[in-house]
């Protein structure tokens, strides 16, 4: 199984490469907001969580989305998807 580490750093590279096209400043780490960071809205979380599922098949449930405020959280929450 995938550690906490390594998530965050598929998370993190997913949102650069895809969200962000590529075009992140730096300020980007595994505790900053998401939202409140202008980094992701609406739609691109629900991206976030279509990739989540596909790349690791698991559900996301809709509690899970609520806590999708820092790559850290993300990462925790698909590690305990994986888990059970």
Known sequence: M?????LEGVVRSFIVNEL???SENGELTHTTH???GGI???IN????VDFLEEEYDIEVEPT???QFI???NIARIVHQRMSS
Do not use: F, M, N, P
């Not at 995938?2 to 390594?6: A, I, R």
């Not at 979380?45 to 976030?48: A, G, K, T, W």
């Open 70 to 72: 820092t790559i850290e």
């Open 2 to 6: 995938e550690s906490t580490e390594h």
């Open 40 to 42: 992701v809205d609406s």
């Open 34 to 36: 998401l939202v409140k």
């Open 64 to 66: 899970d989305i609520r």
């Open 20 to 22: 962000l096209e590529g």
């Open 45 to 48: 979380v629900l991206r976030l």
